[in-house]
């Protein structure tokens, strides 16, 4: 079935996005900005058939199926519910929202609805994390003990930049935590039910490095290392019994390498292109949508906002809107 996308937002990744859904679906059927030449723009650009000024004016159009959020964390969760309101799927670029019961109460309507929800949380759509958790699920690694996970960007100083503004969610834990913690849940076989950290902090106050420990009912651990003001690694590994998982440049991984702890032997996983992060992402989403699925994806998504909102309230790190 062909489903229409109205793209919210004008930015890099909603460029990202467009070349993405050309490649998949062949066209692009609305966009708007808040700035209507803006949206102009991105139309004649893409040869998208609609451009509208206005968000509200875009939902009213009862041809677009799925609406995509493109815009910065602050406004997700009034664009998504209003979304859901007006019967769209909506697919939502990471962080989904910035606090759980945000997320609950958009989970809640769309569940009302029938309707589906994701986000732009790639690396929980790339081909090669669905082959290792199958290569885990074979018992051959024996069980899943420890990940760890780090993530490190180094923003250059400018605090009128929004990675360093409150009033538009910034700090490390929702723009690359979000990535990290996804990691972590992914190969956990349950939720984290004890969560330890700390961070130091930006002058602008939202958070700039942290450390954070996941603890689950099963006996699984998970240490993470998040900073915006240094370069680190994009590294994931996955420690189990009889071996471990290394993975780089995780967010989109195309490839991992196990190393087998009985003789260090390794063998490399190769599945699918890094360059398609975001077109497996589509075909998910309408996957969800065709077969009325998704589950497993959203309570991912579910239980990593669970712990970004217990790390945060640890800290005591409050955005003004909330």
């Given at each position: 079935m062909?489903?229409n996308?109205?793209?919210?937002g004008?930015?890099?990744?909603?460029?990202e996005?467009?070349?993405?859904?050309k490649?998949?679906?062949?066209e692009?059927?609305?966009?708007?900005?808040?700035?209507l030449?803006?949206?102009q723009?991105?139309a004649?650009?893409?040869?998208v058939?609609h451009?509208?000024g206005?968000?509200?004016?875009l939902?009213?159009d009862?041809?677009?199926d799925?609406?995509?959020?493109?815009?910065?964390?602050n406004?997700h969760?009034?664009?998504m519910?209003k979304a859901?309101?007006?019967?769209?799927h909506v697919f939502?670029e990471k962080?989904?929202?910035v606090?759980?019961r945000?997320l609950e109460e958009?989970?809640?309507?769309?569940k009302?609805?029938?309707?589906?929800?994701?986000?732009?949380?790639?690396l929980?759509h790339?081909?090669?994390?669905k082959?290792?958790?199958?290569?885990i699920?074979?018992?051959?690694?024996g069980?899943?003990k420890?990940?760890?996970?780090?993530?490190?960007?180094?923003k250059?100083?400018?605090?009128?930049?929004r990675?360093?503004?409150?009033?538009?969610?910034?700090?490390?834990?929702?723009d690359?935590?979000?990535?990290?913690?996804?990691?972590?849940?992914f190969f956990?076989?349950?939720?984290?039910?004890?969560?330890?950290?700390?961070?130091?902090?930006?002058?602008?106050g939202?958070?700039?490095?942290?450390?954070?420990?996941?603890?689950?009912g099963d006996g699984?651990?998970a240490v993470?290392?998040l900073?915006?003001?240094?370069?680190?690694p994009?590294?994931?590994?996955?420690?189990?019994e009889?071996g471990?998982?290394?993975?780089n440049?995780?967010?989109r991984a195309?490839?991992a390498?196990?190393?087998?702890?009985?003789d260090?032997h390794?063998e490399?996983v190769?599945v699918?292109e890094?360059?398609?992060?975001?077109?497996y992402?589509?075909?998910?989403?309408?996957d969800y949508?065709?077969?009325?699925?998704?589950e497993e994806?959203?309570?991912?998504?579910?239980?990593?906002?669970a712990?970004l909102?217990?790390?945060?309230?640890?800290?005591g790190?409050?955005?003004?809107?909330?």
């Amino acid at each position: 079935m062909k489903y229409n996308w109205g793209i919210i937002g004008t930015g890099w990744i909603a460029h990202e996005m467009g070349d993405a859904l050309k490649n998949v679906n062949g066209e692009i059927y609305a966009v708007c900005d808040a700035n209507l030449a803006g949206a102009q723009k991105y139309a004649a650009e893409y040869d998208v058939k609609h451009a509208y000024g206005s968000f509200d004016e875009l939902l009213e159009d009862s041809q677009i199926d799925i609406v995509y959020i493109a815009t910065p964390h602050n406004f997700h969760y009034d664009m998504m519910k209003k979304a859901l309101e007006k019967n769209k799927h909506v697919f939502c670029e990471k962080a989904i929202t910035v606090n759980d019961r945000q997320l609950e109460e958009c989970v809640a309507i769309a569940k009302e609805k029938n309707l589906i929800i994701s986000d732009g949380v790639t690396l929980l759509h790339m081909p090669l994390y669905k082959k290792l958790k199958e290569i885990i699920g074979s018992g051959k690694l024996g069980r899943v003990k420890m990940v760890q996970v780090n993530f490190g960007s180094c923003k250059e100083y400018d605090v009128t930049n929004r990675f360093f503004s409150k009033e538009l969610a910034g700090g490390a834990l929702l723009d690359i935590g979000v990535y990290a913690t996804s990691f972590a849940r992914f190969f956990m076989s349950s939720k984290a039910n004890v969560v330890l950290t700390t961070a130091n902090f930006f002058e602008t106050g939202v958070d700039e490095s942290s450390g954070i420990i996941l603890k689950n009912g099963d006996g699984e651990m998970a240490v993470m290392a998040l900073t915006m003001r240094a370069k680190q690694p994009k590294r994931g590994v996955v420690s189990c019994e009889e071996g471990y998982i290394e993975v780089n440049e995780y967010p989109r991984a195309a490839s991992a390498t196990i190393t087998y702890t009985s003789d260090g032997h390794q063998e490399v996983v190769e599945v699918g292109e890094s360059k398609k992060a975001l077109e497996y992402e589509i075909q998910d989403m309408e996957d969800y949508i065709s077969n009325q699925s998704g589950e497993e994806n959203l309570q991912y998504i579910r239980d990593v906002m669970a712990t970004l909102t217990s790390v945060r309230n640890q800290w005591g790190m409050v955005y003004p809107f909330e």
